[in-house]
């Protein structure tokens, strides 16, 4: 079985940083994209970013020159760079990443989760 545990979240002030990681462990034989999603109350999940296996990258435009996605593929872990957050930034943050037990079969996991609380 595949787990991914997160953490980092916590409550900053505008203007702040805080790092999300979130590490996979079990039946791993590689892993495809790594990602973050946020969902804010009452508000639908959203794409935050993404990174490839070959490290392209891909971010929404509320969070491009803020967040940096990055990967360490030894230790199958992704972790989110959060700089200059805002109010707005105030969600439950999400990883997610596409992971192949044995090849050819890539199956979709998701993190429980994590608070991250940014005050005006």
């Known amino acids: 079985q595949v787990q991914l545990v997160e953490s980092g979240g916590g409550l900053v002030q505008a203007g702040g940083s805080l790092r999300l990681s979130c590490a996979a462990s079990g039946s791993i034989f590689s892993i495809d994209v790594m990602g973050w999603y946020r969902q804010a109350p009452g508000q639908h999940r959203e794409l935050v970013a993404t990174?490839?296996?070959?490290?392209?990258?891909n971010y929404a435009d509320s969070v491009k020159g803020r967040f940096t996605i990055s990967r360490d593929n030894a230790k199958k872990t992704v972790y989110l760079q959060m700089n200059s957050l805002k109010p707005e930034d105030t969600a439950v943050y999400y990883c997610?990443?596409?992971?192949?037990?044995?090849?050819?079969?890539?199956?979709?996991?998701w993190g429980q989760g994590t608070q991250v609380t940014v005050s005006s």
């Open positions: 997610t990443m596409g992971i192949r037990s044995v090849p050819y079969i890539t199956n979709n996991y």
């Open positions: 990174i490839t296996s070959g490290s392209s990258t």
